[in-house]
């Protein structure tokens, strides 16, 4: 019995070891500090977790093969790429995540992505919302940030979601540059 507890015991400790080790820095500026990403999906997980009960909405995550319900999830699907998050077809990321609203995209909509060059990706995003057709509703605002040269956030949706989601995202990581931050017109 002593040998199986030590066993799980010495796998934990193994996973937890891999896992720290998978973080990476972004480089920004925050008073000197760096701020470590671990993931697209961690960027979402991060902000969703600075709203309180009483803040948050209906909101999934994912794509159609990942779907979570009421938190962010992992982009794999292609479609869902072009298709919700509006990344243009063809651009390439290295890892996506999403969170939407429930009920309708245009209520709101965000997606964090892992790129080669973030301030490229995010002159993308801003042209593709920029210049997105709209249906079942209009969105207020888009809002668009890096974290470091490899993280990109790009949302858009209601100024009630997304005022306070921006909020959420410079508390979170106060190192990350709000590129975008207007209305959609």
């Known amino acids: ?22 973080t990476e820095p972004a480089e920004g500026e925050n008073g000197g500090e760096e701020v470590t990403v671990g993931s697209a999906l961690e960027i979402l997980e991060t902000v969703w977790g600075e ?21 962010p999830g992992t982009v794999t699907n292609a479609d869902f790429l072009t298709g919700v ?19 309708n ?17 995010a002159e993308t995003m801003h042209e593709a919302i920029a210049s997105a057709q709209w249906m079942c509703g209009f969105p207020d605002k888009m809002v668009i940030a890096t974290i470091g040269n490899e993280y990109v956030v790009a949302s858009f949706g209601l100024n009630d979601a997304m005022n306070p989601f921006e909020e959420k995202l410079s508390a979170a ?10 209305a959609i017109a």
Not at 1 to 20: D, E, P
Not at 85 to 103: K, N, Q
Not at 105 to 112: E, K, M, V, Y
């Open 105 to 121: 995209l245009n209520s709101f909509t965000a997606g964090a992505f892992k790129v080669a060059d973030a301030k490229a990706f």
């Open 173 to 182: 990581y106060p190192a990350a540059e709000i590129v975008y931050s207007e």
């Open 51 to 71: 709203f309180g009960e009483d803040e948050k909405f209906f909101a999934m995550g994912g794509d159609y093969d990942n779907m979570v319900d009421g938190a």
């Open 1 to 22: 019995m002593k040998k199986i507890l030590a066993f799980i015991l010495a796998a934990v400790m193994m996973l937890s070891f891999a896992a720290c080790g998978s």
């Open 85 to 103: 998050l509006l990344v243009p077809a063809g651009t390439e990321t290295l890892e996506a995540a999403a969170l939407v609203h429930g009920m």
